[in-house]
């Protein structure tokens, strides 16, 4: 029986010096404990003050704001430039399916054509014509292509003069481009590639090609979208040794919007405001496609996903989403009042533009009563982890029943 008390007991200190909450604050090294605006990526990482004290109200979106490098391309007050021509023309890239058409051209060889037919455009980004050699074709339109071999032709001496030439863009291929800076997951991709099988057979047989899936935007999304620090008024396009800027700020709006196709070999550069910008945490066709939230602890741990239902990724919540909602989404709320009220949560983030990662604890009753909840509501980021820590009372409780079960124990071993 001494033996028994003696196991109780270590129990007990053991309790005593864990405590029944969490481990005291964590440590960062970036700050997250003053009010000042500079303290961390986003001002809704610093601590709650007391409710007693709290002067001015919802003002994170503009001490986020306040650090905000002027917008590279202007403020937006005056009208989008249009497209340079050169880019509004259809361009042609390697990998792209091209339709030849040389007039008379069976009429100077026989039956059988020699210059007409169907070309894939190189790795190289060439096509090559029997007798006349090789064609730069890839970021040039159809059309100067066609005169290009018009010319080949006579030079020849094929044709007495440059016979009529057409050339037609039947296929878009796959295009190998690269996208940098404030983005989430910036990295070479391949864009274009078909996505299914299905397919309208007139638009199989039909000439011509068009696509949605090699534009600028569908890059943004593909390099894991947007961050909030991100500049949209000044993206870059780096294509042929020349350079193009575009203000993408109407797509986070939903305004209209002239996308731009890209071509292999296109670069593109996000630049950063160096700020954190509320008015980014939006879904739009360049945000993140959403959250997959890694999660810990749904009232009680478990011995697997399946009982805590939890898949395979986890939870997927939409962009914009606060760490409140995520915690509420754990299943990290509710219950019973007396048992469940007094839980706190962290979240582990990672502040994109310096790497370093950051804990952010907050009292779910404490953020539930306060007016002013959202300036200490953080967003929600691609890869962030939250986890829950269960109230004092169910704590205790969870004590009495490891003390009953190590007290049955160790009974039992003093009868033997």
């Known amino acids: 029986m ?10 007990l200190g053991t309790v005593a010096l ?49 650090r905000c490098r002027p917008w ?32 008379g051209d069976q009429a100077v060889l026989g039956e059988q054509a020699i210059f007409s037919g169907d070309y894939i455009i190189s790795r190289e980004g060439t096509i090559k014509l029997p007798f006349i050699g090789a064609f730069r074709a ?12 018009a010319s080949a032709l006579e030079r020849g001496e094929f044709y007495n003069e440059a016979p009529r030439v057409s050339v037609l863009l039947s296929d878009l291929g796959p295009v190998r481009v690269t ?10 991709m391949d864009l274009g590639k078909p996505e299914g099988t299905l397919t309208d057979e007139r638009r199989i047989n039909a000439r011509g090609a068009s696509t949605d899936a090699r534009n600028l935007t569908v890059a943004l999304r593909r390099a894991g979208g947007v961050r909030p620090d991100a500049d949209l008024s000044a993206v870059e396009l780096r294509r042929g040794g020349r350079s193009y800027r575009f203000d993408l700020r109407p797509v986070i709006e939903g305004r209209a919007f002239q996308d731009v196709m890209l071509v292999s070999g296109d670069e593109v550069i996000v630049p950063s405001r160096l700020c954190f910008q509320d008015e980014l945490m939006v879904p739009s066709p360049i945000s993140p496609p959403g ?20 898949g395979r990724e986890a939870r997927s919540v939409p962009y914009g989403t606060r760490m409140m909602q995520g915690i509420v989404g754990t299943n990290c709320v509710g219950g019973v009042r007396a048992t469940n009220a007094s839980r706190s949560a962290a979240l582990f983030s990672r502040n ?14 404490d953020m539930r009563v306060r ?45 033997n």
């Open 2 to 11: 001494r033996q028994a008390a003696g196991i109780i007991l270590a129990v």
């Open 18 to 66: 864990n405590g029944c909450g969490p481990q005291g604050k964590a440590d960062n090294l970036e700050i997250v404990d003053r009010a000042a605006a500079d303290a961390a990526y986003q001002a809704q990482y610093r601590l709650p003050v007391p409710r007693s004290q709290a002067a001015d109200i919802l003002v994170a979106k503009q001490m986020n704001a306040d």
């Open 72 to 103: 590279a391309g202007g403020d937006g007050s005056k009208a989008a430039s249009p497209l340079p021509a050169e880019l509004r023309r259809e361009s042609l890239s390697d990998g792209d399916l091209v339709e030849v058409h040389v007039e």
């Open 138 to 149: 890839d970021g040039r339109t159809p059309e100067s292509l066609a005169a290009e071999i």
């Open 179 to 188: 996208v940098a800076g404030a983005v989430f997951e910036p990295s070479p």
């Open 291 to 310: 959250i997959s939230l890694f999660l810990s602890n749904l009232i009680q741990p478990t011995q697997g996903n399946a009982p805590a239902a939890v």
């Open 352 to 365: 994109p533009l310096t790497d370093v990662s950051i804990v952010v604890e907050r009292d779910v009753e």
């Open 371 to 415: 007016q002013d909840r959202d300036d200490y509501d953080p967003f929600l980021l691609p890869g962030d982890a939250i986890a829950c820590y269960d109230s004092g009372v169910t704590n205790v409780a969870d004590a009495a029943r490891i003390l009953g079960i190590v007290g049955g124990a160790a009974l039992l071993a003093g009868a």
